[in-house]
């Protein structure tokens, strides 16, 4: 399909709506990044109710590197607040960086299948031993 179909066939509202999605996520991180950053003024349930709501949604890499959200969540869990809060930071953290090391290691074996490797390579053997042909 050329993307000129793609355009004509709704594309442009698909990718204006999972635009205006993203925008919508950005904006709420941001907000519940900020009752996070702002925890000694807040109530434990306040907290509690933010990282619930940021355990249920659906985040990307991208976003999570433009919010620094990490960042917010790996200081909250150090500071002074209730064990179940910093469980629920650490947890949400962890379930993120399963995520990233996942994406990581899907991208290192794309690349790799993707690139060339000399068969000489892959034996134990140098190409000076292998057999000039087959």
């Known amino acids: 399909m050329n993307p000129q179909s793609y355009l004509d066939c709704g594309g442009t509202k698909a990718f204006s ?29 306040a907290l509690y109710e933010s990282l619930r709501k940021l355990q249920l949604m ?6 999570l590197e433009k919010t620094k959200i990490g960042i917010t969540l790996n200081s909250l869990r150090r500071k002074d607040v209730s064990t179940q809060i910093a469980r629920l930071a650490h947890n949400i953290t962890m379930r993120w960086k399963a995520m990233v090391e996942e994406i990581c290691r899907s ?21 000076a031993d292998r057999p000039t042909s087959l």
């Not at 709506?17 to 349930?45: A, G, P, T, W, Y």
């Not at 659906?58 to 976003?63: E, F």
Request: hydrophobic share 30%.
């Open 107 to 127: 991208t290192e074996d794309n690349a790799v299948g993707n690139s060339y490797v000399d068969p000489c390579k892959l034996g134990e053997m140098d190409c």
């Open 17 to 45: 709506d999972e635009f205006d999605r993203q925008s919508l996520v950005v904006r709420e991180v941001l907000r519940i990044k900020k009752v996070l950053d702002n925890s000694q003024c807040e109530s434990d349930s």
């Open 58 to 63: 659906t985040i990307s890499m991208d976003i």
